[in-house]
Structures are given as structure tokens and as C-alpha cells.
């Protein structure tokens, strides 16, 4: 088995009382960096994954969608290695591996997702701004999505928040996007 015997007991603890899914709400925090804990499996929505950096500053660090595995490294470590923050309202639910044929081959499709995704990642960052915002919304997830909050969308594609709030106003303007509800609660429903 990957856990230590440290990281095995907290996992114990952990989903002893989290056998079930959550709903997280955007912008709540599912662990902070150093805490115990279990892995994550993301049913629904995208997450944010960030890391200290020296100085005690956080920076982003990663992020994953409906189908990624987020605090894998509890698996091997004790401590979540990443505080991970929902960027759209998420549904989660406990993950461990099992000693199953199924087990090991999801946990391989898992570790074949976070290497795509880095891949993603890299790409948010590359481009016009509408280039950026648009992979971003679209690595998202199914519509309709709750439009991840300005500094977020900003953080996720090297932007300003001025830029983006420009940007997106601009691409729903021109049909690019379809957005609908209100300013602090604004779902994307289509992305062209």
C-alpha cells in the first residue's frame, strides 16, 4: 500500500467521518496545506490549487476539474501539500485506493489527467486574453458553470482583473459566451 503509517491513521480518522460527497461552495477552502486528511475526488466543478512560497505568500500552483484527484500526496505524506480553494461550486467525495484491478487502473487515468492538465495550465497562459478566458471557461466543465470569480480567472490565466472583467463583458457582448444571473452569481451557459 502507498500510506505511511502516519498518513494511514489520519486517513482512517478522516474518512471515517467523510464516508459521503460534499457540496463546496465557490470560494471555500476543501484543505489547507499541512493539514491531514484524505484525498479528494472532484465529482463536479474545478478547484484551485495553491502552494506557500517563500515569505509565507501563496501562489497558484495548479488546477483541477470534475474527474482529478486533489490531496493525492496524503497517500505518501501525512500533510496536504496545497491548500485547494473551489473556483465553481464543486461536489467532492473521499478517494482511496483500493488493492483492486479497478483501483489501479483509475489511479493510473488519474495520474494521466494531472499530467494533461499541466499541460492546460501552460496554455491558459499563452495568447490574447480572449484566447485565455475562453480554454479557461472551457476546461471548466459542462454548462451551465458558475463563472469563477474575477481575481480567480485572473490568477488561472496570468490577466489582470480589469483585463478580464473588459474581456468578458467583451466575449458576452459578441456572443462568445452566454452569460446569465447577476453580477456576483453569473453562470456561463454556452461558449461558442
Not at 31 to 58: M, P, V, Y
Not at 95 to 123: F, I, M, N, Y
Request: aromatic fraction near 4%.
Amino acid at each position: 500500500m502507498f500510506l505511511t503509517e502516519t498518513a494511514s491513521e489520519c486517513l482512517l480518522e478522516s474518512t471515517s467521518r467523510d464516508r459521503h460527497s460534499k457540496r463546496i461552495n465557490r470560494g471555500e477552502i476543501v484543505f489547507r496545506a499541512g493539514a491531514c486528511g484524505t484525498a479528494w475526488l472532484i465529482l463536479q466543478g474545478a478547484a484551485r490549487l495553491d502552494h506557500g512560497a517563500q515569505g509565507g505568500s501563496e501562489g497558484w500552483a495548479s488546477l483541477a476539474v470534475a474527474g482529478d484527484i486533489i490531496g493525492a500526496g496524503v497517500l505518501l505524506r501525512q500533510d496536504y501539500t496545497h491548500t485547494a480553494t473551489a473556483l465553481t461550486s464543486c461536489v467532492i467525495r473521499p478517494w482511496l485506493p483500493g488493492e483492486t484491478k479497478e483501483s489501479k487502473e483509475a489511479l493510473l487515468q488519474a495520474l494521466v489527467r494531472a499530467e494533461h492538465r499541466v499541460s492546460e495550465a501552460v496554455l491558459l497562459r499563452s495568447g490574447t486574453a480572449q484566447q485565455r478566458i475562453h480554454r479557461f471557461l472551457a476546461l471548466l466543465g459542462d454548462m451551465p458553470l458558475e463563472l469563477p470569480t474575477l481575481q480567480d480567472t485572473a490568477d488561472m490565466t496570468g490577466l489582470t482583473k480589469e483585463t478580464v472583467s473588459r474581456t468578458v463583458s467583451a466575449m458576452a457582448q459578441t456572443g462568445l459566451i452566454g452569460l446569465t444571473g447577476k453580477q456576483r452569481a453569473q453562470f456561463v451557459v454556452s461558449i461558442a
